[in-house]
């Protein structure tokens, strides 16, 4: 049964889709909008993956930190293709235990509990999807708002709320 619905939900969330879309006005407004929605989710997560989370490695270990991406880029590619951190996870401990020669027992500890805690994708989309909604609606948010959004979309990603 659960493979049927896997199979389908494709062609369910299609017609979803575009009766939205069909229901859209003017379509040239939409699509800037989305279009400047996905630029902007995909530049919060690019400064998060390439400029903080590096950054905090360097402070923290005195190394280089693209290093290691180097290393795991099976496992980050198997990322972006499954969207998955439980998919991901038997690559990412090949590379942790045979790459980078990490003790088994580290690893086989450390990664299904980070799979499973690090939610930092649903952060940043909780922090942002908030404001293109409320933007797109002709809704004007205080500084107050927006920072009860952030605050609300870093605790959705620490207890690991999915979307």
Known sequence: MIRLVMWYSPLGILFLVMCQIMSTTDMTKTGQTLAIYITT???GLAIHSLVVLPGLYCVLTRKNPYAIYLKAT?????????SSSA????????CVEQRMKMDT???RFILPVGATVNMDGAA???AIAPVFI???NGISLTFGDVIIIRYVGKLVGFLGYRF
């Open 41 to 43: 989710e995909m530049a």
């Open 74 to 82: 099976q496992a980050l590619l198997t990322a972006f293709a499954t």
């Open 87 to 94: 998919a991901t996870l038997p690559v990412t401990m090949q």
């Open 105 to 107: 027992r580290i690893s």
């Open 124 to 126: 940043v989309f909780a």
């Open 134 to 136: 409320a933007q797109y």
